[in-house]
């Protein structure tokens, strides 16, 4: 017998519910996307249906939706109230990245959840990046080497300030909150977690009213280093993934093509299937050839990159019969270390990571 339809309530929809969340809500069988939160309810229904039905306050419809998930890809300051008052409706709840602003409203969210006896789980949704899928599976073959040295990358070229909220003067806004997240949970997913971080985080651009740019370089008991970077000008975008290690490198340029997809308006269905998540520019692994200690390089091909693998997880995940794709525990991790980047920025210093958030915590 077939389950039924997981019910879907939506907060908001600006970017992140149009791009991401209504797109694969929508794509993946067993979900149906019931209601959204908006100030304007012909903008939602134009996009998503007349079936859909529309409140004017996020509050309302935690309240009063007949849904079993809740959806939050809302400014990040409101993170913690919302997904707190879901919780306490007895929701099961998806929290958009970052989790929270910071590490005790995370903390408050994951005892809460085990209190009520619902899922929270956080869209960390690059660990579906088709060439953070194939990094995954080269640190697994132990016969290319230990890693020594590795760097994520992510480039953005706006030079220009925009009037939004994520570059504004307020709290959670600012790249660091924005995909320092992303780079610091693929970090922990390939290398687990460090001994200490050191942060450089900086407003660069001109009229900046908010962080533009970041460095953060962690560091690992075995030696390891891991440098994590991003800017607003990045005109000429560095590689997205370096790996340099005992028996050679690996180099990853451009990024997965899923965003842009999505923004141009795809859709990961049934009859796109077939060619979605495909990213054509493989990476390059360079080794020891074993003949006299020359190189050769060859094309590492990426695999094939799947969102729609995050939600589908999470449909089977409340039904008990898969694990939650991204544990709230996980998520407190990240918080821990985009405090720590924040006050290690502050200090102009390395700072020891504390101990590490886990599930049982």
Same mark, same amino acid.
């Given at each position: 017998?077939?389950?039924?339809?997981?019910?879907?309530?939506?907060?908001?929809?600006g970017?992140?519910? *149009?791009?991401?969340?209504?797109?694969?809500? *929508? $794509?993946?069988?067993?979900?149906?996307?019931?209601?959204?939160?908006?100030?304007?309810?012909?903008?939602?229904?134009? @996009?998503?249906?007349?079936?859909?039905? =529309?409140? #004017?306050?996020?509050?309302?419809?935690?309240?009063? #939706?007949?849904?079993?998930?809740? %959806?939050?890809?809302?400014?990040?300051?409101?993170?913690?109230?919302?997904?707190?008052?879901?919780?306490? $409706?007895?929701?099961?709840?998806?929290?958009?990245?970052?989790f929270?602003?910071?590490?005790?409203?995370?903390?408050?969210?994951?005892?809460?959840? *085990?209190?009520?006896?619902?899922?929270?789980?956080?869209? +960390?949704?690059?660990? /579906?990046?088709?060439?953070?899928?194939?990094?995954? *599976? &080269?640190? @697994?073959?132990?016969?290319?080497?230990?890693v020594? =040295? #590795?760097?994520?990358?992510?480039?953005?070229?706006?030079?220009?300030?925009?009037?939004?909220?994520?570059?504004?003067?307020?709290?959670?806004a600012?790249? /660091?909150?924005d995909?320092?997240? +992303?780079?610091?949970?693929?970090?922990?997913?390939?290398?687990?977690w460090?001994?200490?971080?050191?942060?450089?985080?900086? !407003?660069l651009?001109?009229?900046?009213?908010?962080d533009?740019?970041?460095?953060?370089?962690?560091?690992y008991?075995?030696?390891?280093r %891991?440098?994590?970077? #991003?800017?607003?000008?990045?005109?000429?975008?560095?590689?997205r993934?370096?790996?340099?290690?005992?028996r050679?490198?690996?180099?990853?340029?451009?990024?997965?093509?899923?965003?842009?997809?999505?923004k141009?308006?795809?859709?990961?269905? !049934?009859?796109?299937?077939?060619? /979605?998540?495909?990213? $054509?520019? @493989?990476?390059?692994?360079?080794?020891?050839?074993? @003949?006299?200690?020359?190189?050769?390089?060859?094309? =590492?091909?990426?695999?094939?990159?799947?969102?729609?693998?995050?939600?589908?997880?999470?449909?089977?995940?409340?039904?008990?019969?898969?694990?939650n794709? %991204?544990?709230? /525990?996980?998520?407190?991790?990240?918080?821990?270390?985009?405090d &720590?980047?924040?006050?290690?920025?502050?200090?102009?210093?390395?700072?020891?990571?504390?101990t590490?958030?886990?599930?049982?915590?």
């Open positions: 017998m077939n389950s039924p339809a997981l019910r879907v309530g939506l907060l908001g929809f970017y992140a519910s *149009q791009t991401f969340h209504a797109p694969l809500i *929508q $794509a993946t069988p067993g979900l149906a996307l019931v209601a959204v939160s908006s100030s304007q309810p012909d903008k939602v229904q134009a @996009a998503l249906g007349p079936g859909v039905v =529309v409140y #004017a306050q996020a509050e309302a419809l935690i309240r009063q #939706a007949e849904i079993d998930l809740v %959806v939050i890809p809302t400014p990040n300051d409101t993170h913690h109230p919302l997904a707190h008052a879901a919780l306490q $409706a007895g929701r099961h709840v998806v929290v958009d990245k970052p929270t602003l910071d590490t005790a409203q995370a903390e408050a969210l994951v005892q809460l959840a *085990q209190q009520r006896g619902r899922l929270l789980s956080v869209f +960390h949704n690059r660990r /579906w990046d088709g060439d953070f899928l194939r990094v995954k *599976q &080269l640190l @697994a073959d132990a016969t290319r080497g230990r020594h =040295v #590795a760097a994520l990358h992510f480039a953005r070229y706006r030079p220009e300030v925009r009037q939004r909220w994520r570059e504004a003067d307020l709290p959670g600012g790249i /660091w909150m995909l320092a997240p +992303h780079l610091l949970d693929q970090a922990l997913q390939l290398f687990g460090p001994v200490a971080l050191q942060a450089d985080i900086a !407003a651009r001109a009229g900046a009213r908010t533009d740019f970041f460095h953060a370089s962690l560091r008991a075995d030696g390891l %891991v440098s994590l970077h #991003a800017s607003m000008l990045c005109a000429a975008p560095g590689p993934f370096v790996l340099h290690g005992s050679g490198s690996y180099v990853k340029q451009g990024a997965d093509p899923q965003e842009e997809a999505l141009a308006g795809q859709r990961p269905d !049934a009859a796109a299937l077939q060619e /979605w998540g495909h990213d $054509a520019q @493989a990476g390059e692994l360079t080794l020891a050839d074993g @003949a006299g200690g020359g190189l050769a390089t060859r094309p =590492v091909p990426n695999e094939r990159g799947n969102y729609l693998g995050y939600y589908q997880q999470l449909r089977e995940a409340t039904r008990g019969r898969a694990p794709p %991204v544990p709230a /525990w996980q998520a407190v991790q990240v918080m821990q270390l985009l &720590l980047g924040r006050c290690s920025a502050a200090q102009r210093c390395e700072l020891p990571c504390p590490a958030f886990t599930a049982g915590a």
